[in-house]
């Protein structure tokens, strides 16, 4: 197709046969929940063990790969997004030790590789390749700790995409390898006492399962462990245990300049935790647990550790202050007071660096904006300029006399800049470091526009646009809207080389929605999509699909919505509650059964956001939306395609294989495909290999296209 000059046009054929779909056994599972009857007969997919299950999972893969690949323009867009997904990535530079180092692919490597080298300017090689570590891609590298001094590197591995992780060791001198390895981990902290001689760590108690990740049990007493080099794991120093509170989880960091512990306990997913700390001129490996000061007793805001000084912590925390501040506190006489108080916009996040400068993030109408400011007192230096965007990664720590940090908008693929602080001078330059560059588009032929529309309940919600330029308004073009909304997790504009081929090829509109029950706006905006408001969040996307049938981007027949884990509750329960304005319907990994969430590995955690299936009153808001339990039984449902993998041990499959089958039960003949496509060695997301991502990204626009009537052009 590379070499095609001329428009390629494809014939969509928009009759569908009815699909043959598996008639799974039912069984009689009825409970009584707070007074109701609840019918539950698919249960038994939750054992992921089960011939029957796999069975299943078998006789539809059967039918959704096949269909998949008929896709007209699956092939086309495969080819394409290989081809221009194929360009250098990098990630900022950081320092540690007497070297530097960053991630990098070259474009298709199925993991990023970490390089090593003796300053941003010298010849790079090779530190560690994940590639290496498996024929198929799927070990991928998912976090890794240098000790103070720099002359060992912790990290860990993951297997299929699981959450469980082994933690190993290497020295950077010349790559070799330590014996100690640790296992049983998830959730995990990596945190290195400055004597380079152990880490801090947290581990679950072993799981009983030979395949680590497919297993459904619930995650439950986390504990936080010191390991000592040279020592086997079943010697590790048990810091914090908390067998009253099987939920909570204890992480932990030590200080910038090692005398302190720091531990930060939390109970789910809400930004508030308990804040511990311990000297570590009276801690020794034994077999004694730490004892602390407790600094905060309760769950009332959230601490993060951002540097001490001078006998002064740092703290960027929301106590009383919705949109987050910047606190000093004395740990002796736990006096606090503001550094930067709160302001009309969200403070992201604060990096300390040179020991006496504090570079701040804050989020402005759901784009970045950076700033300088002095430790001391807070007062701003200077703000840096940066075109309207995303920060998504820095580097620079509170001895490092530099920062790095990686631009990035919808269509700009990135550009990392660096900023010298060394000097006394207070006007510092931020100095285009790395630019990316473009495959296949010319940025100034798209543009995106940010518009704010009226909610259910009046409430104004931001929505970015973005197409090429010039396009007339008349409802006829195919739109991709995505959405999450929840969690308190901030949606900002990033590249993505696939909706960019949406928009080149397809004639794409691309729609990004901010929806309330994330962090854009501070607490009152994640609480107004949380809990007993999570109704909210549906409201704000069905009206910005209403938004787009009025200001005649589109038409109902003309739009696609997508999501992933809580976005994919997100788009089933939008579909579920407006079938009839959505043509597609692309659900990632999906929170689907509201009723028994929390029973599944780290499920209860998601409590603090949905709330407590086992409570009355709780339970009647999850019944109002559950998708699992609110699936229309008349009418055309869209052509929805699930998406999860065998190895989800976040939203374990079970979410999606019950939502399926009740689905097509209940609609046999639907004129739409109700589809889903299960992975193998595939987890929630984090570590996936580019080749499974390139697949199964092309079998979703596929999918995509056939059902808005899409023709591929060239």
Same mark, same amino acid.
């Given at each position: 197709?590379?070499?095609?000059?001329?428009?390629?046009?494809?014939?969509?054929?928009?009759?569908?046969?009815?699909?043959?779909?598996?008639?799974?056994? +039912?069984?009689?599972?009825?409970?009584?929940?707070?007074?109701?009857?609840?019918?539950?007969?698919?249960?038994?997919?939750?054992?992921? &063990?089960?011939?029957?299950?796999?069975?299943?999972?078998?006789?539809? /893969?059967?039918?959704?790969?096949?269909?998949?690949?008929?896709?007209?323009?699956? &092939?086309?867009?495969?080819?394409?997004?290989?081809?221009?997904?194929?360009?250098?990535?990098?990630?900022?530079?950081?320092?540690?030790?007497?070297?530097?180092?960053?991630?990098?692919?070259?474009?298709?490597?199925?993991?990023?590789?970490?390089?090593?080298?003796?300053?941003?300017?010298?010849?790079?090689?090779?530190?560690?390749?994940?590639?290496?570590?498996?024929?198929?891609?799927?070990?991928?590298?998912?976090?890794?700790?240098?000790?103070?001094?720099?002359?060992?590197?912790?990290?860990?591995?993951?297997?299929?995409?699981?959450?469980?992780?082994?933690?190993?060791?290497?020295?950077?001198?010349?790559?070799?390898?330590?014996?100690?390895?640790?296992? &049983?981990?998830?959730?995990?902290?990596?945190?290195?006492?400055?004597?380079?001689?152990?880490?801090?760590?947290?581990?679950?108690?072993?799981?009983?399962?030979?395949?680590? $990740?497919?297993?459904?049990?619930?995650?439950?007493?986390?504990?936080?462990?010191?390991?000592?080099?040279?020592?086997?794991?079943?010697?590790?120093?048990?810091?914090?245990?908390?067998?009253?509170?099987?939920?909570?989880?204890?992480?932990?960091?030590?200080?910038?300049?090692?005398?302190?512990?720091?531990?930060?306990?939390?109970?789910?997913?809400?930004?508030?935790?308990?804040?511990?700390?311990? =000297?570590?001129?009276?801690?020794?490996?034994?077999?004694?647990?730490?004892?602390?000061?407790?600094?905060? &007793?309760?769950?009332?805001?959230?601490?993060?550790?951002?540097?001490?000084?001078?006998?002064?912590?740092?703290?960027?925390?929301?106590?009383?202050?919705?949109?987050?501040?910047?606190?000093?506190?004395?740990?002796?006489?736990?006096?606090?007071?503001?550094?930067?108080?709160?302001?009309?916009?969200?403070?992201?996040?604060?990096?300390?660096?040179?020991?006496?400068?504090?570079?701040?993030?804050?989020?402005?109408?759901?784009?970045?904006?950076?700033s300088i400011h002095r430790l001391s007192d807070?007062?701003?230096?200077?703000?840096?300029?940066?075109?309207?965007?995303?920060?998504?990664?820095?580097?620079?720590?509170?001895?490092?006399?530099?920062?790095?940090?990686?631009?990035?908008?919808?269509?700009?693929?990135?550009?990392?800049?660096?900023?010298?602080?060394?000097?006394?001078?207070?006007?510092?330059?931020?100095?285009?470091?790395?630019?990316?560059?473009?495959?296949?588009?010319?940025?100034?032929?798209?543009?995106?526009?940010?518009?704010?529309?009226?909610?259910?309940?009046?409430?104004?919600?931001?929505?970015?646009?973005?197409?090429?330029?010039?396009?007339?308004?008349?409802?006829?073009?195919?739109?991709?809207?995505?959405?999450?909304? $929840?969690?308190?997790?901030?949606?900002?504009?990033?590249?993505?080389?696939?909706?960019?081929?949406?928009?080149?090829?397809?004639?794409?509109?691309?729609?990004?929605?901010?929806?309330?029950?994330?962090?854009?706006?501070?607490?009152?905006?994640?609480?107004?999509?949380?809990?007993?408001?999570?109704?909210?969040?549906?409201?704000?996307?069905?009206?910005?699909?209403e938004t787009l049938h009025e200001m005649k981007?589109?038409?109902?027949?003309?739009?696609?919505?997508?999501?992933?884990?809580? $976005?994919?509750?997100?788009?089933?329960?939008?579909?579920?509650?407006?079938?009839?304005?959505?043509?597609?319907?692309?659900?990632?990994?999906?929170?689907?059964?509201?009723?028994?969430?929390?029973?599944?590995?780290?499920?209860?955690?998601?409590?603090?956001?949905?709330? /407590?299936?086992?409570?009355?009153?709780?339970?009647?808001?999850?019944?109002?939306?559950?998708?699992?339990?609110?699936?229309?039984?008349?009418?055309?449902?869209?052509?929805?395609?699930?998406?999860?993998?065998?190895?989800?041990?976040?939203?374990?499959?079970?979410?999606?294989?019950?939502?399926?089958?009740?689905?097509?039960?209940?609609?046999?003949?639907?004129?739409?495909?109700?589809?889903? =496509?299960?992975?193998?060695?595939?987890?929630?997301?984090? $570590?996936?290999?580019?080749?499974?991502?390139?697949?199964?990204?092309?079998?979703?626009?596929?999918?995509?296209?056939?059902?808005?009537?899409?023709?591929?052009? +060239?």
């Open positions: 197709f590379t070499t095609l000059l001329y428009t390629i046009k494809f014939e969509v054929d928009m009759t569908v046969a009815p699909i043959p779909y598996p008639v799974p056994r +039912k069984e009689e599972c009825v409970e009584t929940l707070h007074g109701c009857e609840v019918h539950d007969p698919y249960r038994w997919m939750e054992d992921p &063990d089960a011939p029957e299950t796999a069975e299943f999972v078998t006789a539809q /893969n059967k039918l959704t790969f096949p269909y998949l690949d008929e896709c007209p323009v699956r &092939d086309p867009f495969h080819e394409t997004l290989t081809e221009l997904f194929n360009y250098p990535k990098q990630g900022c530079p950081f320092k540690r030790g007497e070297k530097f180092y960053y991630n990098f692919n070259s474009g298709l490597q199925n993991q990023h590789v970490l390089f090593q080298q003796d300053s941003v300017d010298s010849k790079a090689e090779v530190f560690l390749d994940p590639n290496l570590l498996s024929s198929d891609g799927t070990v991928a590298l998912s976090s890794f700790s240098f000790s103070h001094d720099g002359t060992i590197m912790a990290y860990t591995l993951s297997q299929s995409g699981s959450d469980w992780k082994t933690i190993k060791f290497m020295k950077t001198s010349d790559k070799s390898a330590l014996e100690d390895v640790l296992v &049983d981990v998830k959730f995990s902290c990596l945190a290195w006492t400055h004597d380079n001689k152990g880490i801090f760590y947290n581990k679950y108690p072993k799981a009983e399962t030979s395949d680590l $990740g497919t297993e459904t049990d619930a995650n439950i007493h986390q504990k936080l462990y010191y390991h000592r080099l040279g020592t086997p794991q079943s010697e590790d120093q048990l810091i914090v245990e908390l067998p009253d509170e099987p939920h909570w989880m204890p992480g932990c960091e030590v200080s910038d300049c090692g005398c302190y512990v720091i531990v930060t306990v939390s109970k789910g997913c809400e930004p508030v935790n308990q804040l511990w700390v311990h =000297r570590m001129d009276t801690f020794s490996p034994s077999t004694d647990k730490m004892e602390f000061d407790v600094v905060v &007793d309760n769950f009332e805001a959230e601490y993060e550790y951002i540097a001490n000084k001078d006998g002064l912590f740092y703290l960027k925390t929301n106590s009383e202050a919705d949109k987050y501040k910047l606190i000093s506190l004395d740990l002796g006489s736990r006096e606090r007071h503001d550094v930067i108080a709160e302001s009309e916009w969200v403070l992201n996040w604060v990096c300390c660096v040179r020991q006496d400068l504090l570079v701040t993030c804050y989020n402005q109408h759901c784009v970045d904006s950076l807070g007062v701003l230096i200077q703000p840096v300029e940066l075109p309207p965007g995303s920060v998504v990664g820095y580097s620079g720590r509170f001895q490092d006399s530099f920062i790095y940090f990686k631009f990035m908008s919808f269509i700009n693929p990135g550009v990392i800049y660096h900023m010298d602080l060394s000097h006394e001078l207070e006007t510092f330059t931020a100095e285009a470091f790395k630019e990316t560059p473009i495959k296949g588009f010319q940025s100034s032929d798209y543009e995106t526009k940010q518009v704010f529309f009226e909610s259910k309940d009046k409430k104004k919600i931001p929505m970015f646009i973005t197409h090429k330029k010039g396009i007339e308004l008349d409802g006829s073009h195919p739109t991709l809207m995505y959405g999450y909304g $929840g969690f308190n997790i901030s949606l900002s504009p990033t590249y993505s080389v696939s909706r960019m081929i949406f928009i080149k090829n397809l004639g794409g509109v691309y729609c990004h929605v901010n929806l309330r029950g994330g962090g854009e706006y501070g607490k009152e905006w994640h609480h107004g999509g949380s809990l007993a408001n999570k109704q909210n969040v549906f409201n704000d996307f069905i009206s910005a699909a981007y589109t038409s109902p027949d003309k739009l696609a919505i997508e999501g992933g884990s809580n $976005g994919g509750l997100l788009v089933a329960a939008c579909a579920n509650q407006r079938p009839d304005l959505f043509a597609a319907v692309i659900c990632h990994v999906g929170v689907l059964d509201m009723y028994r969430f929390h029973r599944f590995t780290i499920g209860h955690a998601w409590m603090t956001e949905f709330g /407590n299936p086992d409570l009355s009153e709780e339970w009647g808001w999850l019944r109002g939306y559950s998708p699992l339990h609110n699936i229309p039984s008349e009418g055309e449902y869209p052509g929805i395609l699930l998406l999860t993998g065998d190895h989800d041990d976040r939203v374990v499959p079970l979410h999606s294989l019950k939502f399926i089958a009740t689905l097509q039960g209940l609609h046999p003949s639907n004129p739409h495909p109700l589809l889903i =496509r299960v992975d193998t060695k595939s987890g929630h997301g984090a $570590g996936k290999p580019t080749s499974k991502k390139l697949r199964e990204t092309a079998d979703v626009f596929g999918f995509i296209a056939r059902q808005l009537g899409v023709s591929w052009s +060239k």
